[in-house]
């Protein structure tokens, strides 16, 4: 968020958005492939292909928020 028009409660709710996104997008992604995969598999994976699943998802989110919001991630 290089954008200095902002003022400081814009810029910490724009802040909160941006990780709202990420949390939501990331968990929703990491969650619907794990069901997905279990179903199929009938077996768990490791816990670290679903952590970069969600951080993965979480920051294209992220990235078409501000991309959206009209400012440079």
């Given at each position: 968020m290089s954008d200095s028009?902002?003022?400081?409660?814009?810029?910490?709710?724009?802040w909160m958005l941006d990780v709202l996104i990420f949390i939501l997008a990331?968990?929703?992604a990491a969650g619907l492939s794990a069901l997905a995969y279990q179903a199929i598999a009938q077996t768990k994976t490791p816990l670290g292909i679903?952590?970069?699943?969600?951080?993965?998802?979480?920051f294209i989110a992220y990235r078409q928020t501000e991309r959206v919001l009209g400012t440079d991630a």
């Open positions: 028009s902002l003022s400081p409660g814009q810029a910490l709710g724009r990331g968990g929703s679903y952590a970069v699943i969600f951080a993965a998802s979480g």
